[in-house]
């Protein structure tokens, strides 16, 4: 069943600027599913209507059964949590604890309930030992699981995130991948904005390429990167995995991430 329910969706912002041209798009409950494209594809457009901080103007954005024209974005905090680029734009506490309660006393959830997503959002984004200091005392990356689990603590259905791994090292990329594999299996449906080709190959099943305001391409992921003519399309450059897989001479379209090609090998030497 379809969570989002997007239908001849097209937006244009106030100086006539086109930003979206006839979008329609579904996906389904507890899916995990990255965006892709160059700045200016209509991307974050997009993901800012599902979460209702647009309202469309031709077409309809359906999520969970709701119309996002009938509904505030409060009413529909409840429902989509979206997690900015720059986490500067979110935080507005002076504490930790303080930012990761804010949502869920915000909507109205029980003290009970509060206080055990809040513990479990802080766990989940390693932030333990950071809930009594000041958010802007805190490295970029940091600041970024604050305003993740600030998200996940007010337990909506849909969590979208917008480029999570910018400014990120090698350890708070496993940890989005952990935290992304986590929320998919307690049924959350995750969207990923990303410029991040092989975050995306490494956690992502599903990929829609968008250019020029439009879709180009919804497919599986390892669909989408052995298409030259997509990314061309889009201007994107596959994962460097994949340019490896190529230039060893080897044509299997299932072979995407580190794992799967390190088993190929295994097997062939056997």
């Known amino acids: 069943m379809s969570i989002i ?20 798009l579904q996906i389904s409950n507890s899916e995990s599913v990255a965006i892709i494209g160059q700045n200016g594809a209509g991307k974050t457009t997009l993901v800012k209507l599902i979460k209702g901080l647009m309202k469309p103007l031709n077409g309809d954005v359906i999520v969970d059964l709701f119309n996002t024209k009938n509904y505030t974005t409060a009413q529909m905090a409840k429902f989509v949590g979206y997690v900015f680029q720059n986490p500067d734009d979110q935080i507005f506490h002076n504490d930790v604890y303080s930012e990761i309660t804010f949502g869920p006393r915000k909507i109205k959830m029980k003290e009970k309930d509060i206080s055990e997503n809040v513990k479990w959002a802080a ?23 604050v305003t993740i689990a600030s998200v996940i603590s007010m337990r909506p259905k849909i969590i979208i995130l917008d480029e999570p791994t910018a400014g990120q090292d090698k350890i708070g ?3 989005l991948s952990k935290i ?9 449906t995750i969207i990923t904005i990303s410029h991040d080709m092989e975050f995306v190959a490494e956690n992502f099943k599903r990929t829609i390429v968008m250019a020029n305001k439009k879709i180009v391409a919804d497919n599986k992921t390892n669909e989408i990167f052995w298409n030259e003519g997509v ?35 295994c097997e062939k030497i056997k």
């Open 180 to 188: 992304i594999k986590i929320l998919s299996d307690k049924g959350h």
């Open 123 to 145: 766990e989940l984004c390693n932030l333990e030992n950071y809930l009594k200091e000041n958010p802007f005392d805190l490295p970029l990356s940091i600041r970024k699981f």
């Open 5 to 24: 329910d997007i239908r001849n969706l097209s937006y244009a912002y106030s100086n006539g600027t086109k930003a979206l041209d006839n979008i329609t």
């Open 173 to 175: 990329i496993e940890t």
């Open 231 to 265: 990314l061309a399309e889009a201007m994107l450059k596959p994962p460097h995995v994949l340019k490896l897989v190529k230039e060893c001479g080897i044509h299997n379209k299932n072979l995407l991430r580190f794992e799967e090609i390190i088993d190929y090998f």
